[in-house]
Each structure stands twice: as structure tokens, then as C-alpha cells.
Nanobody, 125 residues
Framework: QVQLVESGGGSVQAGGSLNLSCVVSGYTFRGNCMGWFRQAPGKEREGVAATYGGGGSTYYADSVKGRFTISSDTVATTVYLQMNNLKVEDTAMYYC??????????????????WGQGTQVTVSS
């Protein structure tokens, strides 16, 4: 059974950076889709970025393009989300997710994904 454990969240000021990590176990990392989602209070969970374990196509929400970078390490079976130039509106619980494919509506937080427990990111002005 897949296990996804996130870390790296915290509190930063606007303009700052954070690097989230997600260690994946019990799952074939290479070639499967790894994603980052976020959920702010009172809002639906939304896709932030996705990529294939081991490299390949990457996908980003328009709101984070140019600021966030998703990457993966097949040796460590870890997916990262480097977040730069953080904004107050980036404040949310960030979740790591996995499924077999990235294509299509990857940004939809549906039952096709397996989920981690989340890590909180708080950006203050």
C-alpha cells in the first residue's frame, strides 16, 4: 500500500521560499505520477503541480507557474516542491499525491489519487 509522507512546511513572510518533500514508499515510484495539491480553509483542494517519478512532463497550475518547481529523486523515492516568491494566497495545507498517470485533469483532487497527510504552509504579509 502506498505511503506518502510530507515535510518541509512552515511559516514564512511573503517573498520567501520553502521546499516541500514527500517520501514515497510501497509504490512503484518511477513512471508513475506524483502531484502536489493544496487546500486553503473554506476552499476545495486544488492541483498545484505534477510530474512523473524519475522525470518527464511537468504540469503546473497557472497561479504558481514561474514560482514553484516540482522535481523527483528516484533513488530517494522523493518528490519535491520548491516554492519561491511565496504569496499570502499560497497559504494552505499542502498534500502529496500519487496515481498512475498525469495526463488529463491532473489538477482535480479526485479518488484516482492516493494522499499523504499534508504539511501546513503559512505565508504572512
Amino acid at each position: 500500500q502506498v505511503q506518502l509522507v510530507e515535510s518541509g512546511g512552515g511559516s514564512v513572510q511573503a517573498g520567501g521560499s520553502l521546499n516541500l518533500s514527500c517520501v514515497v514508499s510501497g509504490y512503484t515510484f518511477r513512471g508513475n505520477c506524483m502531484g502536489w495539491f493544496r487546500q486553503a480553509p473554506g476552499k476545495e483542494r486544488e492541483g498545484v503541480a505534477a510530474t512523473y517519478g524519475g522525470g518527464g512532463s511537468t504540469y503546473y497550475a497557472d497561479s504558481v507557474k514561474g514560482r514553484f518547481t516540482i522535481s523527483s529523486d528516484t533513488v530517494a523515492t522523493t518528490v519535491y516542491l520548491q516554492m519561491n516568491n511565496l504569496k499570502v494566497e499560497d497559504t494552505a495545507m499542502y498534500y502529496c499525491a500519487a496515481r498512475s498517470f498525469c495526463a488529463g485533469s491532473w489538477y482535480q483532487a479526485d479518488s484516482s489519487w492516493s494522499w499523504g497527510q499534508g504539511t501546513q504552509v503559512t505565508v504572512s504579509s
